[in-house]
């Protein structure tokens, strides 16, 4: 079973949809019209509302929409096989989540650019506008946590990847002055700073090798908790400053490398035309993977339905591009024609990154995806899985060669012999970061003089009780330890690296490829981050106005700069206690129900402006799969995943929160969908009475 056919449908399916079905809502549903005044002309302020080219504007909403979801959440949905998150993707994309993008960005031009939790209040009524603010609240910072985590253990370790994402930052800046300040926001600015930025962004990947190999390499390996902490003051300072100097050049220079490098991965698997070998559809069972008579541990937790579509999330449909659609995007559109293409084409993209992520993370051998997306616990002594040393005296030889990241490692204090962790268990993440010399003085084929376990064997893995079959061929090529590395993003990369390097005279270049990857990815969930975090303050500020005028207004900097504080510590939190097993599920889940909201809403204004009531089946229908899909994975999450977390005083806490957060969620929802049916019901009477 090979790619290419695969990828000429989607190709021929998303061509046919933005040119027949989105031109069908645009002209008949929604009836655009540039005679009408956009917010960006009407409210015109320099800061947040500023007229803005349609591709430049494209390139800001793309990847302001297109974060870690489409790259991530097909792969983690590959254990269910290929063909579920295939079809998902396509239909969902096309039906439901393009429509959705292209509804709610209509409205909220169409009401000087307000918030959707605003367009809820208006058309539905205040106390659904409160729900609806406090749901949106809440799901705007587990999103965010969810992106986040993703892009934490991409780059934990990576100095290679720190330095190519740091360097976007300053470039982006530059950007934005020099086109703004120098060239007055001309066309030709525009095309010089994109010309100039692309080249020195790939200028940073090409000379990452050499800086990780420096010293300031070794300054540049940052643990997870630095990560998270740096990306949360990323997020806070491009949300308090203005959209043209840092938001919208880095988005608009990051659309260019999201949008070149998806043409470059089509091309690379239209022409390598790589073996998916992951199985059509995979058993799955509790807690584990079943493929070909080989059994694995999940990558997430749940059952084929309804978690597919809660693990694909954002490929498909997205509730978080509502916020977008109705936060930054809608006070920069130029004119009501520039909607369809940014609303319904940027989603036709996403979902095309979806299946291209899809495609290359199928391709790996199904051992090499389960070792690299899951961490298991590994014995320090042999048990008959496997171990870290086949005897209680073999751990002696760490005595003498221990280093004191490695005795933090095994719980082991100043003094106390190796032999005293012989009972103790190991996540496999763990065990590859032990030094070099530990590895190599328990038997393991690892180079004593080497940074990390890059050189471990097929042998070595079988070993510690974890099957693999091309990964240490490919932790070798592309220098970086990339078992147990969670969360998708490395499975992708190295996906997308074998695609690559599959091309003409491309062979030896495999490292290259993957930490482009690497900083592709993260180019992704970054632009994110940094939208994110400025529609939740837009959000948080549009509802403490209500108490403090002053605070309502978004370009108040003091406003600004508590909720953007408020916000940010809100998804830092989650990532700093959860990992990508219980934040992802609950991200998937906040997601969809985000998108119910949104999709509710939008049945709301169809009925009321639509020209006939037939047309109120475009997110009608979406709405009541997507509803019925999520609520029923959110109930069921809660059961089986979050309350059991409760019981263990080491998930407790956490337990607690995903327990109060996830319930809160789906109380709110519920009341929006009754509350809007009603309303819906009034409409249409008053259709007929008229």
Not at 38 to 54: L, V
Not at 446 to 463: I, Y
């Amino acid at each position: 079973m090979h790619a290419l056919w695969f990828m000429i449908l989607a190709l021929a399916v998303l061509a046919i949809a933005y040119r027949y079905y989105s031109a069908f809502l645009a002209a008949r549903v929604l009836v655009l019209d540039d005679a009408r005044r956009t917010p960006a002309h009407e409210r015109n302020d320099g800061q947040n509302y500023h007229p803005t080219s349609r591709w430049v504007l494209f390139g800001h909403h793309f990847a302001a929409i297109t974060g870690a979801g489409p790259l991530v959440g097909p792969v983690l949905a590959a254990q269910f096989g290929f063909l579920p998150g295939y079809s998902w993707i396509l239909i969902g994309v096309v039906l439901g989540g393009a429509v959705h993008d292209l509804v709610m960005l209509t409205a909220s031009v169409r009401r000087g650019g307000r918030s959707l939790a605003e367009i809820a209040r208006d058309e539905l009524g205040p106390g659904v506008g409160a729900v609806a603010g406090v749901a949106i609240l809440f799901i705007v910072v587990i999103a965010l946590a969810g992106l986040g985590r993703v892009v934490v253990g991409a780059l934990a370790e990576s100095a290679w990847g720190v330095f190519t994402i740091g360097a976007s930052i300053p470039i982006a800046l530059a950007m934005g002055l020099f086109i703004y300040k120098v060239r007055g926001g001309s066309s030709q600015g525009v095309r010089e700073a994109t010309a100039v930025g692309v080249l020195l962004l790939l200028v940073c990947v090409v000379f990452g090798k050499q800086v990780q190999d420096s010293s300031l390499g070794q300054m540049l390996q940052l643990s997870e908790t630095t990560i998270t902490l740096l990306i949360a003051a990323y997020g806070f300072v491009a949300s308090v400053l203005p959209v043209w100097m840092l938001l919208c050049p880095r988005d608009y220079l990051s659309s260019y490398m999201k949008i070149g490098t998806i043409a470059l991965l089509v091309l690379g698997i239209v022409l390598v035309n790589p073996v998916i070998e992951m199985p059509l559809v995979n058993a799955v069972g509790a807690g584990t993977i079943a493929v070909d008579g080989e059994v694995f541990p999940a990558v997430v937790r749940g059952s084929l339905f309804p978690f597919v579509f809660i693990t694909i999330a954002c490929g498909a449909i997205s509730g978080f591009h509502a916020l977008i659609a109705s936060g930054t995007t809608p006070k920069m559109i130029d004119k009501e024609s520039d909607i369809r293409p940014i609303g319904y084409g940027a989603m036709l993209m996403e979902g095309l990154v979806g299946i291209t992520a899809l495609l290359a993370a199928t391709a790996l051998p199904p051992a090499d995806y389960f070792a690299i997306n899951t961490d298991p616990k590994i014995a320090v002594v042999a048990d008959a899985k496997g171990g870290l040393a086949p005897s209680q005296a073999a751990l002696a030889a760490l005595d003498p060669v221990m280093t004191a990241e490695d005795r933090r490692r095994l719980g082991l204090t100043e003094g106390q012999s190796a032999t005293a962790a012989a009972e103790k268990t190991l996540k496999l993440s763990e065990v590859l970061r032990l030094s070099n010399g530990s590895l190599a003085a328990l038997g393991f084929h690892a180079d004593p003089g080497s940074v990390h376990a890059s050189e471990l064997s097929v042998a070595d893995f079988k070993r510690l009780g974890v099957k693999v079959e091309d990964l240490p061929t490919l932790a070798e090529a592309t220098d970086e330890v990339i078992a147990a590395r969670t969360g998708g993003a490395v499975s992708l990369a190295v996906g997308m690296a074998r695609v690559f390097s599959g091309l003409p005279g491309m062979r030896t270049l495999l490292d290259y490829w993957y930490h482009f990857a690497i900083m592709f990815e993260a180019l992704f969930i970054l632009t994110t981050i940094d939208t994110g975090t400025r529609v939740g303050r837009f959000l948080l500020q549009e509802f403490l106005g209500r108490f403090h005028r002053k605070l309502g207004d978004p370009s108040w900097l003091p406003g600004a700069v508590l909720s953007s504080l408020v916000i940010v510590a809100g998804w830092s939190y989650f990532i700093l206690t959860g990992s990508i097993a219980t934040i992802w599920p609950m991200f998937g889940i906040a997601n969809q129900l985000l998108a119910s909201v949104a999709l509710a809403v939008g049945t709301t204004i169809v009925l009321k402006e639509g020209r006939r009531p037939a047309y109120a089946w475009v997110t009608l229908g979406p709405l009541l799969f997507v509803g019925t899909t999520t609520l029923t994975a959110g109930f069921r999450s809660l059961v089986e995943v979050y309350v059991p977390m409760t019981r263990d005083p080491a998930t407790a806490t956490m337990g607690v929160v995903n327990t109060v957060v996830t319930a809160t969620l789906l109380t709110c929802v519920l009341a929006i969908v009754v509350m809007s049916a009603r309303k819906w019901r009034e409409l249409l009477r008053a259709r007929a009475a008229a």
